[in-house]
């Protein structure tokens, strides 16, 4: 009876790992298996700090290959790496001028977070830091628009993509390089592709603070950041109603699991303060992303007023504490940048 490689491989199943319930199949460590008439060969290369594990292995292979019908004779081959060895080359620090790494992101859409970043990047740049915008809302890409940059990026001498400046932040965003009513219609390799470039080939220079405008939801983008960039920690935007706090929550557990230290929630629209009389009417109810904050363990950084001056301000290009630095809007802005210092400063 003709032995095969499907029942060689079949017998190695039954080879453990030493310590381990798993066999070396699974683990992936059978690299080869050659038959040539009754002779068996077999390679096999173990990533493993024990020293042991190798001529253990190597026993239990032969002795399952050699009980096979048609055998007759077992030529093993048995590897062993140690783990620093398998390592692969480290990859070239990314943005290593930048201090820290902030994203802002939000668990569903149409909660103001790109509104929020763009405002969280000119308030720190108020408190005296150099800032960065970095747009990496793939599918909706707007800093561009909100944050007043008419020009398009420029390469230097290194081929490297220079940020443009808008209102004194740097900024980059898909925008730049996208026609305006043009859909992307991209999946999940291409955005990590997009992001990817985004972190290796602009040259942000020196920074304080990049501010990362994430897309809504949990999805490629914030998992490729998270793999890519040691982020030093995540801001969470939501609104006060049910709906919002519910996919607030999942955010702010995705970056838990992913070991992003959370800076905290920022409760958007959080109500409407009349000019002429002063009067607060919690249009979408209140107090909802202090509760979220407290129910999950993580700071509350502030809420901020419904203004119209924030929507036409982000429409002209000018974020309203850059066009209205003394507002109630503005001056939120300002407090919740000085407690995100603080948080990150922890």
């Not at 897309?215 to 890519?228: E, F, K, S, V």
């Not at 702010?252 to 800076?263: I, T």
Request: charged residues 20%; negative net charge; hydrophobic residues 45%.
């Amino acid at each position: 009876m003709a032995v095969t490689e499907s029942a060689v491989r079949e017998a190695l199943k039954r080879v453990k790992f030493p310590g381990l319930s798993r066999d070396i199949v699974s683990f992936g460590f059978v690299k080869a298996v050659a038959i040539d008439g009754d002779t068996v060969q077999v390679e096999i290369a173990l990533t493993t700090a024990n020293a042991e594990a190798g001529a253990r292995v190597e026993t239990d292979a032969r002795a399952a290959v050699e009980a096979l019908p048609g055998v007759g004779r077992v030529e093993l081959a048995v590897q062993v790496i140690s783990p620093q060895a398998a390592a692969a080359p480290p990859r070239p620090k990314l943005l290593p001028g930048v201090k820290y790494k902030i994203a802002v992101a939000s668990g569903k859409g149409g909660v103001g977070k790109s509104t929020v970043a763009a405002n969280l990047a000119l308030a720190l740049k108020r408190l005296g830091h150099t800032v960065g915008l970095l747009d990496a809302d793939i599918y909706g890409p707007s800093q561009q628009l909100m944050m007043g940059c008419t020009e398009p990026p420029r390469v230097n001498e290194a081929e490297k993509i220079l940020p443009v400046d808008g209102n004194g932040v740097a900024v980059m965003s898909l925008g730049f390089l996208m026609e305006p009513d043009t859909p992307v219609i991209w999946r999940g390799p291409m955005v990590m592709k997009a992001l990817q470039q985004f972190l290796e080939d602009v040259e942000w220079g020196e920074l304080d603070y990049l501010v990362v405008d994430l897309p809504p939801g949990t999805g490629d983008a914030q998992l490729t950041l998270t793999q890519q960039v040691p982020l030093d920690g995540a801001v969470i935007v939501t609104t006060p109603q049910d709906v919002a706090l519910i996919d607030a929550r999942k955010g702010l557990l995705m970056f838990r699991k992913v070991n992003v230290p959370l800076l905290g929630v920022i409760e958007n629209m959080s109500a409407y303060v009349c000019p002429q009389c002063g009067h607060r009417e919690a249009i979408f109810k209140a107090g909802g992303g202090r509760k979220t904050a407290e129910e999950l363990g993580v700071p509350y950084l502030g809420e901020v007023p419904i203004d119209p001056a924030i929507v036409s301000g982000g429409d002209d290009g000018t974020p309203i504490v850059a066009s209205h630095p003394e507002s109630a809007a503005a001056k939120a802005f300002m407090a919740l940048a000085a407690e995100v210092v603080r948080q990150v400063s922890k």
